[in-house]
């Protein structure tokens, strides 16, 4: 088992790297004092969310010349709470929703939609379940402008506070900070597939959106926010991921019910590929489980040495190290197990959902389009 245990390590030196070296949020606000700052809101059904974003957004200083917010077709009041924004700041405007086209998912044509109506020299995309502190937008368009950049997401804080969110929702940061080289992306700064993003918060120089495309360049895509990323570096332009925690939290998730259905959503639909997703779910049994079953064995004496043991330590490693990037509980490392296992079963029913029927999100079912990228979401 000897193996075993070098990739594992192999894998946490990597991990480890993404933690101590990854880039935080740094620029001030003041770097985008001059620029008129769009703010750009999808929201569907976020009747309970939009109230406490648009009072962050409300103490925000000077340079948010709008506050756009796209009604999706909600069914609750969120129109309400839009208009009692509205009284309160006279930035705030609903932007009533367009039949949704063929060919397009959800979330881009929304975000299409707004940033058509946007005015602003920069485009801040904000899910509505998100918060903010004063002057995020402005430091997420002063960041850009320090990287060089006319693309820059905040990766946001996830707030934790059940059980199941404590013990799941760091799964989120490991599967993508466990592989992804987030320190090489500003040094390869134009490859394609180093782009990242979240779509808590997105800051774009309008003219370059829409120059690039827009949302339109990814208007068939589930995974929208990072396959935006990526097309705005293959069209040769600069774009980053930086650690913006500090600045953005959301609670994507309140229960391990909403947790399913969120990550249903995301994880089968996230690789346009079989093979691709086949690697995916092979990876993380043999990095995030097989060490403890190896373990297991190494105990009832059926696999001998001490690579169960150090393999094993890996994976908490990884998982330590991230705690502390991240913020959320270390003890929740312990369950790494039975988290993965979860996660595991949950992609592949994710993926043959999605393959069959299509995956549900917000009322909308979501299934493969066809080659043309015809056929209504």
């Known amino acids: 088992m000897i193996w075993l245990a070098i990739f594992v390590w192999a894998v946490a030196a990597l991990a480890i790297w993404n933690a101590l070296a990854w880039p935080r949020l740094r620029a001030t606000s003041e770097h985008a004092r001059d620029e008129r700052i769009s703010v750009l809101i999808p929201a569907r059904n976020e009747e309970a ?3 406490p974003l648009l009072n962050d957004l409300r103490r925000c200083p000077t340079g948010i010349a709008e506050i756009l917010i796209y009604d999706d077709h909600s069914t609750d009041g969120t129109a309400a709470a839009i208009a009692a924004g509205a009284a309160r700041d006279s930035r705030v405007r609903r932007l009533s929703p367009d039949p949704l086209p063929d060919g397009w998912r959800g979330k881009p044509f929304a975000c299409a939609r707004l940033a058509a109506a946007a005015r602003g020299d920069w485009l801040v995309f904000l899910d509505a379940d998100v918060r903010v502190a004063p002057d ?13 950049a006319t693309f820059l997401s905040a990766w946001p804080g996830i707030e934790m506070r059940g059980f199941s969110e404590r013990w799941l929702m760091p ?8 592989l992804f080289p987030a320190p090489l992306s500003f040094l390869f700064d134009r490859k394609p597939s180093l782009g990242l993003a979240h779509g808590a918060c997105i800051a774009c120089r309008a003219e370059d959106y829409r120059s690039m495309g827009g949302h339109e360049r990814v208007k068939t895509e589930l995974f929208e926010d990072t396959r935006l990323a990526q097309a705005w570096r293959a069209s040769g332009r600069r774009g980053f991921c930086v650690d913006g925690q500090k600045n953005v939290r959301t609670r994507m998730y309140d229960s391990f019910g909403a947790i399913w259905r969120g990550f249903s959503k995301n994880l089968g639909p996230a690789f346009r590929r079989r093979w691709s997703f086949a690697l995916f779910l092979a990876f993380h049994f043999v990095l995030g489980l097989l060490p403890f079953l190896a373990l297991i064995a190494a105990a009832a004496g059926a696999v001998a040495g001490m690579g169960p043991a150090v393999a094993a330590l890996g ?3 990884i998982r330590g190290a991230q705690a ?6 270390p003890g929740s490392a312990l369950l790494h197990p039975f988290a993965v296992a979860a996660m595991l079963a949950l992609a592949a029913v994710s993926r043959v959902r999605y393959e069959t029927g299509g995956v549900e999100w ?13 056929g209504r979401p």
Not at 171 to 178: E, G, I, K, P
Not at 324 to 329: A, D, I, T
Request: net charge positive; charged share 20%.
């Open 49 to 51: 969310h939009l109230g």
């Open 136 to 148: 995020a937008p402005a430091r997420v368009v002063a960041e850009a402008k320090a990287q060089g």
């Open 171 to 178: 799964l989120l940061n490991y599967v993508v900070f466990t």
């Open 315 to 317: 994976v908490l490693a």
């Open 324 to 329: 502390l990037r991240f913020r959320y509980p």
């Open 362 to 374: 917000k009322g909308r079912r979501y299934g493969r389009l066809s080659a043309d990228g015809g």
